[in-house]
């Protein structure tokens, strides 16, 4: 029974991984000039000719000179990223011109190569030279609805149940997925890819906690790591697409329906017999595990009074008896200040969110910063999702053999030593930057995947889903600087990793 509700509920956080790593593609800005008016009948760039952008911009530097053109009505222009300029009364059409020329601004009038990206939203709505920073603007808003999400779906599935936020959540990220790829402007979908991250996030937050309550001390390493490998999953799919399908609102479409099965089934999952009972139905716990017990064929029963902490269990049976009697009993008001209700909770809190926040930051700074490697961007953004499934089984052998505290710390140092070492790698040694950063990615996978679990065993039933909620969105605060980080790149090739 638990195995069938744990592979179900972990198929749907595939989902989670496509969504969240899905701009690096979306976003994708290709190669792009100015577009001259006119029929264009020659172009020249340096010592290359040919008759048509098309032929040319697939070789297109920039910084490296502009593009010069010949219009049918003989005009001739220099076409540049953000700007053109028209020559004044040239002699010959050649690529050096000493003449006067007259500069303009392109005035939305882009042509672009669609050798590699045939539709982005870049190239649908513009969004280069003076826009550019809307399609850097995509990913860290996409982030900051993930930090939302997991502050208010946490919360409430400790007031509602975990059962109704996965339903819901699960709903949401199939519908506003594919509404995604119809929004009709940019807002429209900036707006729609911030309630997706809502969503997103609020399933994976509260699916730690529901497979985490299913699930036995003995296994519960495993299972849990294990909704990473799912995330992971998401990210080979995000690459495996993107190369197959170029253009954006199909790809949108693909990558939305990609786990909409679970959406037949969903419905029918049991709500976790620990959250039951912290409501005080008990009654309604005993009946499942009864179908619990049936359903794997055992003939011993489980007791619910076996499950509750000491001091409730010698009298469980009173309990169970007077559930159906009594009025139930009024919940108390939850608040993220619970997680602060002695010294050592407060410590513990600060602890725990300092790691989500590291972790974040470098799970996405390796993750989004792997399309820019060099070499194949597919093959990179798919190695560093790979990367990730041999880390958690490498993580849980270490969990249970040294513990937590002693897996978590050596894969931090490991991530940061390949940061450092990236720095020091010749630029034209590709492979091995490449090689360095899976080792970064391996490393802090691990770490990453470890303070979901160690967060879940350190905090009481009642306020586990808040205390998961309220870290990862001190991860997703990690996630939104994440992107920025690797726009420094712009500036220092070596900056992200610094």
């Keep these: 029974f638990q195995a069938c509700l744990y592979f179900a509920v972990v198929f749907q956080a595939v989902a989670c991984g496509i969504h969240y790593l899905a701009s690096v593609f979306l976003v994708e800005t290709p190669n792009f000039v100015c577009s001259a008016p006119g029929n264009i009948t020659d172009v020249l760039y340096g010592n290359l000719t040919g008759s048509s952008l098309e032929d040319i911009l697939p070789v297109f530097k920039s910084g490296t000179g502009p593009l010069v053109v010949r219009t049918a009505e003989g005009e001739q222009w220099e076409l540049s990223r953000c700007r053109c300029a028209l020559r004044i009364n040239p002699r010959d059409f050649t690529y050096n011109f000493d003449g006067n020329k007259t500069v303009r601004a392109c005035n939305g009038n882009f042509a672009y190569d669609h050798t590699e990206v045939h539709q982005s939203i870049v190239t649908n709505w513009d969004l280069v030279c003076e826009r550019e920073w809307l399609a850097k603007l995509c990913q860290p808003t996409f982030m900051l609805g993930v930090l939302v999400g997991a502050l208010i779906f ?52 509260v699916v730690f906690v529901y497979v985490t309550e299913f699930t036995g001390i003995k296994v519960r390493t495993w299972t849990s790591m294990h909704v990473h490998a799912a995330f ?76 509750l902490e ?19 009993q ?75 505290k002693k897996t978590c710390v050596p894969a931090l140092l490991l991530a940061g030593v390949a940061c450092m070492l990236i720095i020091i790698v010749p630029a ?30 350190l905090y009481p039933t009642t306020i586990r889903s808040l205390a998961v909620g309220s870290g990862s969105m001190m991860c997703r605060v990690g996630s939104v600087v994440a992107p920025f980080c690797v726009y420094l790149a712009d500036v220092w090739v070596y900056l992200p990793q610094v």
């Design 428 to 457: 034209d040694i590709e492979a091995l930057t490449i090689a360095l950063c899976m080792t970064g990615k391996f490393a802090i996978a691990i770490a990453f995947g470890l303070i979901y679990l160690y967060t879940c065993e």
């Design 154 to 205: 946490g919360d409430i599935a400790d007031r509602v149940g975990r059962v109704r936020i996965l339903m819901f959540t699960s709903l949401c990220q199939f519908g506003l997925g594919v509404s995604v790829a119809f929004s009709g402007n940019y807002y429209f979908f900036v707006v729609l890819r911030f309630l997706l991250a809502m969503v997103s996030s609020g399933y994976l937050v």
């Design 232 to 307: 992971a999953v998401g990210i080979m799919v995000v690459a495996l697409t993107g190369y197959l399908v170029r253009v954006w609102w199909i790809y949108q479409i693909i990558l939305s329906i990609c786990t909409s099965p679970f959406l037949f089934f969903c419905w029918k999952f049991p709500e976790t017999p620990f959250y039951l009972m912290a409501k005080g139905r008990y009654k309604d716990a005993q009946t499942l595990l009864d179908s619990i017990a049936h359903f794997n064929g055992l003939e011993y029963r489980l007791k619910v009074e076996e499950l």
């Design 310 to 328: 000491p001091e409730e269990r010698e009298n469980g049976s009173a309990l169970l008896e007077e559930a159906e009697e009594r009025p139930s």
């Design 330 to 404: 009024s919940e108390k008001k939850l608040s993220i200040l619970d997680l602060f209700g002695s010294w050592r909770m407060a410590g513990r809190t600060c602890t725990v969110w300092a790691i989500w926040f590291i972790g974040s930051l470098g799970y996405y700074v390796f993750s989004l910063g792997s399309v820019n490697l060099g070499g194949n961007q597919y093959i990179n953004l798919f190695l560093a999702g790979a990367v990730e499934l041999p880390s958690y089984l490498v993580g849980c052998f270490a969990m249970d053999r040294i513990g937590r």
